[in-house]
């Protein structure tokens, strides 16, 4: 084999891997997420997350947030995630000033996170999540 076509063989394997590995958080998650600053501006949610892979960047994932009002989803935003395969983390931040930091956990049919502001300083708010099924 020549040196090109191996590492174009490594490289489409890399992707293919790393594809296969983010099936495990791709799909729909309903949960609570609850503030824990008092006297801020936070409300405790009933959430829906939509996570899918993104369109453009093979290793991006983007979720979509949604806040459930009387029975229905109203769209919040999308995060640009990445997920660790190897811990089951998923990271992932917003496009806004801010500096935010969404970490999760993925165990199985569950998934636990947090929102954590300030550059890390301040832990916003605690998220419970269970995959809605199919």
């Not at 503030?35 to 993104?54: F, G, K, M, N, W």
Request: aromatic share 8%; proline share 4%; net charge positive.
């Amino acid at each position: 084999m020549t040196r090109a076509f191996r590492i174009l063989l490594f490289l489409g394997l890399t992707v293919s891997f790393a594809l296969a590995s983010d099936k495990v958080v791709l799909g729909s998650w309903e949960g609570d997420s609850k503030c824990t600053v008092p006297d801020s501006p936070c409300h405790d949610e009933r959430v829906l997350y939509q996570i899918a892979q993104d369109k453009k960047d093979p290793f991006q994932l983007n979720l979509d947030g949604y806040k459930i009002v009387e029975g229905a989803p109203e769209f919040m935003g999308t995060l640009a995630c990445r997920f660790e395969s190897k811990t089951a983390a998923l990271s992932c931040t917003s496009s806004t000033k801010d500096k935010d930091d969404w970490e999760f956990r993925v165990m199985g049919d569950t998934m636990s996170g947090r929102l954590m502001v300030d550059q890390g300083k301040t832990l916003y708010r605690r998220i419970t999540l269970r995959r809605v099924p199919k």
